[in-house]
């Protein structure tokens, strides 16, 4: 693969002149906007419109921006459009409260709702090879996705790759959480739709990320830029860099370095603007997912599973913080639902699969990921680790015996 160029510039806050200004800088350094809009072209903004959340919640992608991109896309000649399909709350409400309706009626953007799916076909996909996305797709030339930098109950980190899960029409979201029963599935289908979507650039709102339980029960947290890239992937990289993650400890971007679906090692990334380590957040803090190392365990596949259910933290609803608002049941991509305030305080442990939608969804962060006993007590990286030497004794045996001299 080529090497990938990530443009970063700062921006201390979200006035419009210090985005306007950041936006400039970060488009100019990739060879302005012309190089991704021609004249003509209907252009899809898809920033993150998560659910009902202010901006100031750092939630979703801030409406400054997404005026900012929608603005460039417009002097470009093009026909823009801001669109998602968010994940709770009705699109009016949700493009209300998070200020989408100022930043089209400011810019001349016009405002869709991605809600009717149609079957797009990609043949070497991995998993998704029919997929339902927004049927609007194939009225438009050219998607530029606008996510923000947070963390992620399931997946660790979402970013500019995992945006695109918002094509799914409305309620497909959570059958598809439940459909891919592990995040590493996710991470791949998640990559399929990537591959069916015709995202040409990606801008990053990073000005205030998320950090925490995110990617909407966390705190914000000022990282103070935009990051700007057509390689998706790469872009992402250099978000979890800001913040402390090693980008292959993620799934999405793992799975998207493995089919060849942009860079996430820095030997093949180039940073202009500003040095990436000049923004770095050392305290930042991140979610650590634990269940890659189940692979590394020497056990039986149901007992892999049984720890999987037993390790994993499940959700749990505080009573005196729910106002009842039922995003969580309904919500949940499980019939009938693991989680239901009307009828019980308690998650539903035994169906419950832990994708972690219900505590997304929740708009007054009333669902908490309670750890499981077997997580307060057991340490299972040691455990890991442990295993993973024991596994490469007869290996390094082999290696030792093959060394050996004739004479030994």
Known sequence: MTESIVSIYRSPDYTPDNIEKALGECLEALGGIGKFVSPGQKVLLKPNLLGTFSPDKAVTTHPEVVKAAARAVIAAG??????DSPGMGTFKDVCRITGMNEAAEDSGAELHELDQPDEFVVKDNKVGRKLPLSAFLKDIDLIITLPKLKTHGQMGFTGAVKNQYGLLPG??????????????????????INRAAPVKLAIMDAVFGMEGHGPSGGEPRKIGCLLASADLAALDAVACRLIGIDAAAIPILSAAAGRGFGNIGFDMIKTVGVDPDELAVSDFKIIKEKTNILRLLPLPGPALEWIRQHWKAYPEIDPDKCVKCMNCRDGCPLKPPAIDPDKAWKVNKSACIKCYCCHEFCPVKAIKLKPTWLEKHINLDALAGIAGRIISIPTRLRRKKKRKSPAD
Do not use: P
């Open 78 to 83: 093009a026909t823009c459009f801001i669109g």
């Open 171 to 192: 309620s497909l979201k959570a059958e598809y959480h439940y459909r891919m029963k592990t995040r590493e599935w996710l991470a791949e289908f998640i990559v399929d």
